[in-house]
Nanobody, 121 residues
């Protein structure tokens, strides 16, 4: 089995910064793409950052220039550095990863449990 464990969420003032981490563990052969999504109350879950195994990144316009996704393949960990935070960034943030497990033929997508990010004065 594979688990994704997130950390780093919390309360921050507008203009502040937070760094989220998500570590994958278990029977992992390889991890391909990883990403971060968020969901605010009453809204659809949306992609906020994606990263390939080789380090290519993708961001929507809403966070481009403020958020940075990165990964440490040796630690099976993906990060989201969030700067210049705005109240509209308030949401539950979820990490995900496409993982090839030992003994399995196909990739499987895993999700973290979610971590609350609140931006408020």
């Amino acid at each position: 089995q594979v688990q994704l464990v997130e950390s780093g969420g919390g309360l921050v003032q507008p203009g502040g910064s937070l760094r989220l981490s998500c570590a994958a563990s278990g029977s992992i052969f390889s991890i391909n793409a990883m990403g971060w999504y968020r969901q605010a109350p009453g809204k659809q879950r949306e992609l906020v950052a994606g990263i390939t195994r080789g380090g290519s990144t993708n961001y929507p316009d809403s966070v481009k220039g403020r958020f940075t996704i990165s990964r440490d393949n040796a630690k099976n960990t993906v990060y989201l550095q969030m700067n210049s935070l705005k109240p509209e960034d308030t949401a539950v943030y979820y990490c995900n990863a496409d993982i090839h497990e030992w003994g399995e033929r196909y990739l499987k997508m895993y999700w973290g449990q979610g971590t609350q990010v609140t931006v408020s004065s």
